[in-house]
């Protein structure tokens, strides 16, 4: 089932909960650091104690924190409402719900690169028409700002 970020807000109970506080609370105490820290730890006790056991539990890179995709679900929910739009559906392997965030408009996350950038390089593979990347992710540039590279397959 996709829907608005409001209409899921509204169906999950949570369209009472300032969100924008939530995010702050995670940036100002530096909990995401704080967790990634502890199992980074808990990752090298449990490699020193059992080295077998460690592998298979997966505690491998770190790099992965439980908290981490919540944040991002989290902050992905403060886009503005025609930005984007919310999937939940049920895992058939698991019959879990899953939720994952669509966006549909690049270009106001994109503009702080741009303002921020002293260049930007798009790379890809099919990127024709050009034109139409420029017009949605780069609206505020002077196309004659804009260089082109194509080269053939």
Not at 21 to 45: D, M, N, P, T, W
Not at 53 to 75: I, K, M, R, Y
């Amino acid at each position: 089932k996709v829907m608005t970020i409001a209409k899921f807000s509204i169906e999950a109970g949570i369209d009472n909960i300032n969100l924008f506080q939530i995010l702050r609370y995670f940036e100002k105490s530096k909990i995401l650091q704080k967790l990634h820290g502890f199992y980074e730890r808990r990752v090298a006790e449990a490699k020193t104690s059992d080295p077998l056991q460690a592998d298979e539990d997966g505690g491998g890179d770190g790099s992965a924190s439980v908290v981490q995709p919540l944040h991002q679900f989290l902050t992905c929910l403060t886009d503005l409402e025609e930005e984007g739009r919310v999937a939940v559906y049920r895992d058939e392997a698991t019959g879990k719900l899953r939720l994952s965030y669509q966006l549909l408009n690049a270009s106001s996350h994109f503009a702080e690169i741009v303002k921020d950038a002293h260049a930007v390089i798009l790379a890809g593979g099919t990127m024709q028409p050009m034109a139409e990347y420029v017009q949605h992710l780069m609206p505020t540039i002077k196309p004659e700002r804009i260089r082109v590279l194509s080269c053939a397959h």
